[in-house]
């Protein structure tokens, strides 16, 4: 998979994208993640990005040509050009996993006010949003739909560290998990998983999922009817 991802800061991207498994994922050749500085797609002396918006209002709006040039020079038919927005629809797993399974996602990061609306109109496939509150710029955000996408690319996370039952991939919470020792000042790992019992462990494993959802997040479990 490739991620072509535009914005006027490359740098914020260099730890998140340089350690652990998306480190590892791009060394192995699962994902190839290029980071582009939108000045570079300017074409005046001072390299400027953003102008007034019409009809006055504070801040700046990032200008629509050069995102317009960046865009069109790496898009390809099975690109999809995504733009980080507050107004868009909120990342979920399942838009992760639906992220994952396109070959090229191109991501835009507004800076200031935003973006001039044409880009929206024009160049858009899809808006996200990573939550309901204002960043000062797309990149974190960006770089949260990277991490969140890579890690579902086959082979990008062992199975020590499996994707399929954590927390939405199932539609539910994960539950409770426990490592060694067994107690640890005075709190004991329950009996059942040290059990040995799979079938046992597995039941349990399912109950907590189902209990911690019901008492965090209900609405996960809204139109079920074992609720
Ligand atoms: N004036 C815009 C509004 O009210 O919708 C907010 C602009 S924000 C200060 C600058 C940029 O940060 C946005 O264009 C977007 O790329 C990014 N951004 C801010 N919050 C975000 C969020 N919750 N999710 C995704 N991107 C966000």
């Keep these: 998979m490739e991620f072509d991802i535009l914005t006027l800061f490359p ?13 590892r994922a791009r060394e192995a050749g699962l994902v190839q993640i290029r980071v582009h500085n939108l000045r570079d797609f300017t074409h005046d002396k001072h390299r400027v990005v953003d102008d007034k ?19 069109e020079k790496m898009q390809r038919p099975d690109s999809c050009v995504v733009l980080m927005t507050p107004q868009g629809p909120p990342l ?8 994952a399974g396109k070959p090229h996602l191109i ?4 800076h200031y006010e935003g973006v001039d609306e044409r880009v929206r109109e024009a160049l ?24 969140a996408v890579t890690r579902l690319l086959p082979g990008a996370i062992g199975h020590e560290q499996s994707a399929v039952d ?29 059990s ?30 074992k609720l």
């Design 124 to 147: 858009v496939d899809e808006e996200v949003s990573i939550g309901d509150y204002v960043l000062t710029n797309g990149a974190l955000a960006a770089a949260v739909v990277v991490d």
């Design 92 to 99: 979920t797993q399942a838009r992760a996993q639906a992220f």
């Design 166 to 194: 954590d927390s939405f991939a199932t539609g539910l919470l994960e539950g409770p998990q426990y490592t060694r020792p067994p107690e640890f000042r005075g709190m004991k790992v329950p009996d059942v998983l040290l």
């Design 196 to 225: 040995g019992n799979h079938g046992e462990v597995a039941k349990w494993n399912k109950e907590q999922a189902r209990q911690r959802t019901r008492q965090r997040r209900p609405d996960l479990l809204e139109g079920e009817d």
């Design 53 to 71: 918006p019409y009809g006055g209002g504070p801040g700046m709006l990032m200008k629509p040509e050069p995102i317009f040039e960046a865009v």
């Design 107 to 110: 991501i835009i990061c507004g």
């Design 11 to 23: 740098r914020i991207f260099a730890g998140p994208l340089d350690e652990s498994i998306l480190k």
